[in-house]
């Protein structure tokens, strides 16, 4: 087994721990005791130190169901809250999960005539209203803990992998899988999008040198995005598109549509040109994720402000047949360099010089030379020795990665260069590992 292998085989045990938690066992049903069932809930006691997960009406927040989880947790969730996301079928769609309550129709003063907690499921009786029939909801105990508010718990994210960052010695092994094991099921299309999960990108071999093979090998993680550039490219070095990646220039390492509100997810690279055709035009990846964590582990002042700043930037060319017009493309609202989650995780990085637009204005109002500061520290990081992966493209083998955190760039070239490839939209790329996941994921 290689190294890669069993680096693969680790990250799995480490997602069905930390990433795709099973269910446990709830075995102890826990209701409210008899005579504190009906309107008069108000007076449940609440529990001294029980180990089992029930659910009452804590006197201090007579609003509210308190619940305590298996875990020994408490939190508590507002009537109106509890009606609006009840998740029986009337109120919730079974298939489309859409919600079917209308929300503007729930009394303000709703309350319910009994809460339990029956297994792994809260059961919430409803009185009539003017709105609808008595009613009665379920809630499972885990879709309370990751919603929960008051207060908030921690829970993990399904379908999350745990991100492996690297540098130039990953070269030592490429995370790597064949077109036809992508093409001919789903488990191959799963090996190759959870290698992108992990670490941000892969390597696909023994692809027929066409565009037509390439195209098809995108479309089996999803559509491909179509943007001013096109859907599926297929170009060589003429500036067609007003972008000097299209062009013979050395990149240096960025994200891509940086002046998108919504950039690109995954990107994919396929060389058609044979290598007798130019010199140079070689493929650099650095992953965004290890460079950010090295910036807030040295200058966690500029981690900060590279997480705050909002960054104008923007696309400009003459016109093209897709855009004959011009491009005058910027976000709605500029982002910063760094996005994260509501738990604070790094989930994005947007960097490209080249397509950054004039800094100024209010937003940079006493801190241009921070900020001056913090694109040579951050730069130094990008372009160290050990962060940057040089490939050799080869007719035969694509590259998908993902926008959000790695950066490409190339170098320089002579002769003639032919690329096809095209994007995928980032909800589309996680959707589709998400549902994989929950398909092969828990196999050994």
């Not at 991100?163 to 070269?171: A, G, N, P, R, V």
């Amino acid at each position: 087994m290689s190294a890669h292998q069993q680096l693969l085989r680790s990250c799995l045990r480490h997602t069905t721990s930390l990433g795709f938690p099973t269910a446990l066992p709830r075995s102890v049903v826990a209701r409210l005791p008899q005579a504190n069932r009906g309107r008069n809930v108000a007076t449940a006691r609440s529990p001294s130190a029980p180990a089992s997960p029930m659910a009452y009406i804590d006197q201090q927040k007579p609003n509210s169901v308190t619940v305590q989880l298996p875990s020994g947790e408490v939190t508590s969730f507002h009537h109106v809250w509890l009606r609006d996301h009840c998740r029986e079928e009337r109120s919730c769609h079974p298939v489309t999960k859409q919600r079917l309550v209308d929300t503007a129709q729930i009394p303000h003063d709703l309350s319910p005539e009994s809460v339990r907690v029956e297994g792994e499921t809260l059961v919430i009786s409803w009185p009539k209203t003017s709105a609808e029939e008595a009613y009665e909801s379920n809630y499972p105990l885990d879709f309370l803990e990751k919603h929960a508010y008051d207060p908030p718990l921690e829970w993990e994210e399904e379908g999350v992998l745990p991100k492996m960052l690297w540098t130039k010695d990953i070269s030592k092994d490429i995370p790597t899988v064949r077109y036809e094991e992508v093409m001919s099921s789903e488990q191959g299309v799963y090996e190759w999008v959870k290698r992108i999960g992990i670490f941000g990108f892969c390597f696909v071999k023994e692809i027929p040198p066409t565009p037509e093979a390439t195209e098809a090998l995108i479309r089996r993680i999803a559509f491909i995005r179509e943007t001013h550039y096109g859907a599926f490219w297929d170009f060589t070095a003429d500036l067609k598109h007003g972008d000097l990646a299209y062009s013979d220039f050395y990149l240096r390492a960025h994200t891509d549509t940086t002046y998108f509100s919504d950039p690109c997810g995954l990107q994919l690279f396929h060389l058609l040109s044979p290598s007798t055709s130019h010199k140079g035009g070689h493929n650099l990846l650095v992953d965004g994720f290890r460079a950010a964590s090295i910036l807030k582990k040295e200058r966690p002042d500029l981690y900060s402000l590279f997480s705050t700043l909002r960054v104008p930037s923007h696309a400009s060319g003459s016109g093209s047949d897709s855009c004959p017009s011009g491009v005058h493309m910027s976000p709605l609202v500029p982002q910063p360099v760094f996005t994260h989650d509501q738990k604070g995780e790094l989930v994005q990085v947007r960097w490209n010089g080249d397509d950054r637009a004039p800094v100024g204005g209010k937003e940079f109002e006493g801190k241009m030379d921070k900020w001056f500061e913090a694109v040579r520290v951050w730069e130094a990081i990008l372009r160290s020795e050990e962060a940057e992966l040089w490939t050799v493209m080869e007719q035969g083998t694509a590259i998908m990665f993902d926008n959000m955190r790695v950066l490409h760039g190339r170098s320089s070239f002579t002769g003639e260069r032919r690329l096809c490839g095209g994007y995928v939209a980032g909800d589309d790329f996680r959707s589709r590992l998400k549902g994989l996941h929950r398909q092969f994921g828990s196999q050994k």
